[in-house]
Structures are given as C-alpha cells and as structure tokens.
C-alpha cells in the first residue's frame, strides 16, 4: 500500500512539473520569434507544434508507460496469490467476539467461517449448482 | 470402482475426471489436462523459426539457424519436463492424511503428502486470478496455536484449474469423507453422553467439532 502511495505521489509531482516546463517553453517560443529570426534561425515547424509536442509527449508518457505499465502492474503485484491466507480470512474475522444467542431475535452479523459458508453453498443447497 | 466424467476448465479445454472409490474410507481422483496440441506446437516452432530466419537475414551468420533449431528442441524438452502437467490425482485416506500428485507429461511425478491431523478442512474458496475471479479448491491446515485457527492454504489442481461443476463433485466426496473420519476419531469421546439430553448431545458434538 505505501508504495503505491509512493508512486502515485511521484507520478503527479513529475506530470506537473514537466507541465510547467513545457508552458514555460512553448510561451517563450512564440514570444522571442522575431528575436530568434534576427540571430538567424528561421527555419522552425510551425508555432502550433509548440503546444502540440509537448501535450503529444505528455499523453504518450502518460498513458502507455505510467497508466497500462506501473499502475495496472502494481494492481497486479499486490493481489494476494491463491495460496494466500488473506483470501481466507483476516485479523478482524479470527478476532470477532461471539456474540450470545438470542431466542426469535435476528443473527447479530458477524464474519461466517469458509467452512459453514461452502456446507450452506455446496452441499445443503444442491439444485443451485446443477452442471450446465 | 471407477468412475469418469468430462468437465471443462477456466479456459475452456477439456478435463477428464476419473473417481476411484476404493472403500468408504479412501478415495483416488485424477483430473487430467488438456494435452498439447499440434497447433500449438506448430505454431510456436513457427515463429522462433521465422523470428531467427528474420535475425539471420540482418547478421548473415548461419549460426543463428542451427543456435533456433537446438533453442527449440531443448525448449520442448524442458517444457515437457518442468511445465507441462499432464494428470493430477488427489488421494485422501480417512485416517492417514491427504497425498496429491503432479504427473509431468515426460513421465516426472511430483508428490506432496499432508498428513490428517494437519488438515482443518477442504474448502472451495474465490479468489482473483489474472483478470478472472475463480473458484477453486484448497486445503485449510490447523494453527498450531489456536484450535479453530488456519495457519496455512494448500491449492488444489494449479495446473488443470477446473470449473466449479468439477469442484463440487470433488468437494462433496472429500466432504463425506472428513466428516466420516471426524465421527470416528471422536467415538469414543462421544459414546459415555449417549445418556445426555438431546440439547447437550449436540453441543458436545459442536465442541468435539
């Protein structure tokens, strides 16, 4: 978990930062062009790609290397594996009180054990499951 | 006496689940996986093939066709070897415990034996796999520690991942089968209160649970 946090941090700070670059850079373009055609270097792509480029680049950072590889990857990494006891049970279920029955009262709710949960799905209830 | 019946796994391949029942208090299951098909076998020796003719016409180095020729026979050895699985059988012995076994399909064979008084219980349970949700059938062991308490999750079936029809076949014979291993083991215990009142005879049977 605190290394998601990590990263997620990490990756806003950098996209803003290289926003505020990139603004910097392509304001500063399209004001100093006359003062660039006098040095001499006139021959630019138009003032358009200047704030096209950067948001082209950005996307393309943005979307194919943070989004579908490190997020979905993290996901994916911090999925318990089926030999996990997290997919069974977790430490406020094996610490719950048991709360006293109450005669023609509603069960207090509780975290049912695997066990009585697949006795109750799999073998009382048999015309649930029939092979389709 | 022996039994077969055909499921599908999560992918949609075939299964054969093959029930030995030996008696009341053991019983055999062999699932056996999808084999490998020419296809496949065609289609990968296909592009390693192509992937190295592509390298060779960069570098021109006849070695890169013989170096793809060796990669892929050792591959398919290797494969056959460490990955693919050809048959899994499951034994539980009432008294004894619990011993699964992985068939490679070079002949291989893997086995892992748990003995009964380390097993809780055999459960289906879901969990997320990839990017399916599946079901799947696992063995609870006991916590040391505590008496009701899990300590560890044995998966079962890794490699043939059946569906849940198959599961539950699987699960109710392991069922019958724990529960009459817990019956007996608890006889004797439970033979002095036959005297009880109906109400303390089922608690006792819930504490000796």
């Known amino acids: 978990m605190s290394i998601f946090s990590c990263m997620s941090l990490w990756v806003s700070l950098s996209r803003n930062c290289l926003f505020l670059s990139f603004a910097l850079f392509s304001s500063g373009l399209c004001c100093f062009s006359l003062w660039l055609n006098s040095l001499g270097l006139s021959c630019w792509p138009q003032k358009y790609r200047a704030v096209v480029l950067p948001v082209y680049l950005l996307t393309t950072i943005v979307i194919m290397l943070l989004l579908y590889v490190l997020l979905f990857g993290i996901n994916m990494m911090s999925t318990s594996p089926l030999n996990s006891i997290h997919a069974i049970t977790d430490n406020y279920a094996r610490n719950q009180q048991q709360k006293k029955y109450q005669e023609e009262a509603t069960s207090a709710l509780r975290d049912i054990p695997i066990s009585e949960v697949n006795q109750a799905f799999f073998r009382e209830a048999k015309e649930l499951y029939t092979k389709n | ?209």
Request: glycine share 6%; net charge negative.
């Open chain 2, 1 to 209: 006496m022996e039994d077969e019946q055909s499921f599908s796994d999560i992918c949609g391949g075939r299964l054969a689940l093959q029930r030995r029942f030996y008696s009341p208090s053991c019983l055999e299951f062999c699932l056996s996986c999808p084999r490998i098909t020419l296809r496949s076998l065609t289609a990968v020796t296909c592009t390693v093939w192509l992937a190295a003719y592509g390298l060779f016409t960069l570098c021109e180095n006849t070695m890169i066709l013989s170096a793809a020729i060796f990669i892929t026979l050792l591959g398919l050895l290797g494969y056959l070897h460490f990955v693919k699985i050809d048959h899994e059988t499951l034994l539980i012995i009432d008294s004894l415990g619990i011993q699964m076994t992985s068939s490679y399909a070079s002949g291989k064979e893997s086995t892992t034996f748990i003995e009964m008084g380390q097993v809780n219980d055999v459960v289906i349970n879901e969990a997320i796999y990839m990017q399916k949700v599946i079901y799947y059938l696992c063995i609870l062991l006991k916590d040391p520690v505590e008496p009701h308490g899990i300590s560890q999750v044995v998966p079962l079936f890794q490699s043939a991942k059946p569906r849940l029809d198959c599961l539950i076949e699987v699960y109710r014979s392991c069922q019958d089968i724990l529960a009459h291993q817990k019956a007996t083991s608890t006889s004797p215990e439970g033979g002095d209160k036959i005297i009880s009142a109906s109400n303390r005879r089922s608690h006792s049977g819930m504490g000796a649970y």
